[in-house]
């Protein structure tokens, strides 16, 4: 999971260690059931942590929820980051971006079922994949590469494109989720203003092993 710079002595390392505990129990509690109806309590103990230990972190549910969910969303930004690192296309990168979501929906269900229960409300985040996505789409309207649109309008549809992606993947199980994802990517690709045969193949280029 993200970190910061490594606390710098014991007591700072137990601190840290805690309040990553307690992020750590809100994630799964929000990846079970996307709710934040649990108690204080009912968090502390999943976190194996003392009752009062969460007021020396966080000053309410909400904080520690919304903490969570940047916790996560920076998780899923890093990821990318790793394996989309060699990619320079951005239309490549955002093909690459709905595809590996898919794909982690099975390597990291945890993750991606916290991004489907409160992926919306953080969908123009300075944390996590916003801030990427931005940054590609800003360097394909300056290359050419995208049709100049307003690059925050642009980040909702696929913000949106992407939240409805996930919702299919897991209620719909059964459904091949490389191809809906590629089929999706290349729609995305068109709407962006890349030429329908070069989506269809830029959406099916090879993908790096999530590992």
Do not use: W
């Not at 049709?147 to 909702?156: C, E, F, I, K």
């Amino acid at each position: 999971m993200p970190t910061s710079a490594p606390p710098s002595n014991r007591f700072e390392r137990r601190r840290a260690e805690t309040r990553q505990a307690l992020v750590r129990a809100a994630r799964q509690i929000l990846a079970e059931t996307g709710e934040t109806s649990a108690s204080i309590q009912a968090i502390a103990e999943r976190a194996d942590v003392g009752f009062g230990s969460f007021y020396n972190h966080f000053e309410s549910k909400a904080e520690l929820f919304d903490a969570a969910v940047v916790d996560a969303l920076e998780e899923f930004g890093q990821a990318f980051d790793e394996r989309l690192r060699d990619v320079d296309d951005p239309a490549e990168l955002v093909a690459g971006g709905f595809r590996l979501s898919v794909r982690m929906a099975d390597s990291h269900p945890e993750l991606m079922q916290v991004l489907r229960h409160r992926g919306l409300g953080h969908l123009h985040s300075p944390r996590g994949l916003a801030p990427r996505a931005l940054r590609d789409l800003d360097r394909g309207i300056t290359s050419g590469r995208f049709s100049p649109v307003d690059p925050t309008v642009a980040l909702a549809a696929l913000g949106g494109s992407l939240l409805c992606l996930l919702e299919l993947r897991f209620a719909r199980p059964e459904l091949d989720g490389d191809e809906a994802a590629a089929n999706l990517a290349e729609m995305v690709l068109r709407m962006l203003g890349v030429p329908p045969d070069e989506a269809r193949e830029v959406a099916r280029r090879p993908l790096p092993d999530l590992g």
